[in-house]
């Protein structure tokens, strides 16, 4: 779930909050592609239903230093493990593949939106950012639009579980399934999973679940930007801030995941609320900008009940143990691979104390996670990534584009050790250096196993 405190205007003209985290931390990105007719499906030569199975494939455009493909592919429901459609990119370097084929970086994307024209693989050179940076050392790059954020599908009423990391973990590790499926793509089961914000909860869970979910594959390590801890007393101070849609998107999520018997939509939203979910969700297919725009016509209590705002109020339990089961500070098994988290001091957005806590919570597992956070001087929540300002579109949302970086250096050198077996505990120190090229300080903090 998201929560938020308070309002600012980020680099992307997004809507911020103060802490926005619980399985769903938020990344405001809008998406640029908004189709109103689904993408044509293609039949295949088997009829598996199996996690990772192809369903369809065809080359886009994505003006990269790779070929790229959009597919659509087999991954697990949660908490029912059904078969699910899911969309996402495949992106090939440039090259001949090395003996095993190319190892994967998945990609697991910050908040767009809940429905299939929200799906990041319907714009194609915005999907990943920095994407050559890896692409030109090697590796493979997948991306997965999560369930129900469907590119094959854009007028479905069904909604991304959003919030529900469970659910996007296994959709971004399918994915590497996926391409090992794709005889172009020429894929290694060796992978990393990197996320951002929203896609950085997601990575935490996909670190968690890798070893049993897909022991075929090997997870050689998790990068995770701007993530944190929470709690559902944290989640009730949300419910009283400018940024309350976010919690709003949670509740729909959790719903579309759990069903109204685990997470009944009465206990949270008052009969406006209910109907909102039909009209500006399902109805509308409103992406995040437009969704964030609710505020501006309704308030936090004609929305969600009462008894669920109040300052002091306790979550329903339903709803707690929910967001408990999100929670990535309540894990009870450390990763089979090492985890990078990556924070910047001045994130207002989520603020650096909950990556810290985060951090003190997995270090204290036995044993403790191998982990190390990298606190970045001066950065925010957009600018650790490197999200610029882009021109806006028909609908009003901001074009995802990528200007100075001062963490990407950084990242690539570790996914190259992790993808080399450097040892543990790791050596390298990083720099703070990247697009531009002078550094910024960097504090290496929180290290363990």
Not at 212 to 230: H, M, Q, R
Not at 251 to 277: D, E, R
Not at 382 to 394: E, I, K, S
């Amino acid at each position: 779930m998201s929560i938020a405190s308070s309002r600012t205007v980020g680099p992307l003209g997004r809507r911020m909050s103060v802490v926005a985290i619980a399985g769903a931390i938020v990344a405001s990105l809008a998406l640029t592609a908004s189709p109103s007719s689904a993408l044509p499906r293609q039949s295949t030569e088997t009829t598996s239903t199996s996690p990772g199975m192809l369903i369809t494939s065809s080359a886009v455009s994505a003006g990269v230093n790779g070929s790229a493909y959009r597919v659509e592919y087999w991954s697990e429901s949660v908490p029912t493990n059904k078969p699910v459609m899911v969309s996402g990119l495949v992106i090939v370097p440039n090259g001949t593949a090395p003996a095993g084929g190319w190892p994967v970086v998945t990609w697991a994307h910050p908040t767009t939106g809940m429905t299939g024209n929200c799906a990041p693989s319907l714009d194609p050179p915005t999907d990943v950012p920095l994407v050559n940076h890896l692409l030109d050392e090697g590796w493979e790059v997948v991306a997965s639009d999560y369930l129900n954020e469907n590119a094959y599908d854009t007028s479905s009423k069904a909604l991304l579980p959003y919030g529900v990391a469970a659910e996007a973990a296994r959709n971004v590790i399918d994915i590497v399934r996926a391409a090992r499926n794709l005889p172009v793509a020429q894929a290694s089961t060796n992978y990393l999973v990197w996320g951002f914000s929203e896609g950085a909860t997601t990575a935490m869970s996909a670190s968690n679940i890798a070893a049993t979910y897909a022991p075929e594959l090997t997870l050689k390590g998790t990068v995770a930007e701007a993530t944190g801890t929470v709690s559902p007393a944290i989640v009730q101070v949300g419910l009283r801030t400018t940024d309350w849609p976010l919690l709003f998107m949670d509740v729909g999520g959790f719903n579309s995941a759990y069903g109204n018997t685990a997470a009944p939509l009465a206990q949270m939203l008052t009969p406006t609320g209910i109907k909102l979910i039909t009209t500006v969700l399902k109805t509308e297919h409103e992406c995040l900008n437009s969704i964030m725009g609710i505020a501006a016509r309704y308030t936090s209590s004609q929305v969600f009940l009462p008894s669920v705002v109040r300052a002091g109020a306790a979550l329903p339990a339903a709803w707690a143990k929910l967001i408990e089961e999100n929670n990535p500070a309540t894990y009870t098994i450390a990763s089979t691979a090492p985890v990078l988290l990556l924070h910047g001091t001045i994130d207002t957005t989520v603020p650096q104390a909950l990556s810290s806590q985060l951090a003190d919570d997995l270090c204290t597992l036995k044993p403790p996670e191998q982990l190390e956070r990298w606190l970045y001087t001066g950065l925010g929540h957009n600018t650790l990534l490197g999200y610029a300002t882009g021109p806006r579109n028909a609908n009003g949302n901001s074009d995802a584009i990528f200007g100075s970086s001062n963490t990407i250096d950084d990242i690539v050198q570790w996914m190259s050790d992790r993808f080399t077996g450097g040892p543990w505990p790791d050596p390298y120190v990083p720099t703070g250096s990247g697009i531009p090229a002078r550094p910024i300080p960097v504090t290496q903090t929180n290290t363990c196993g």
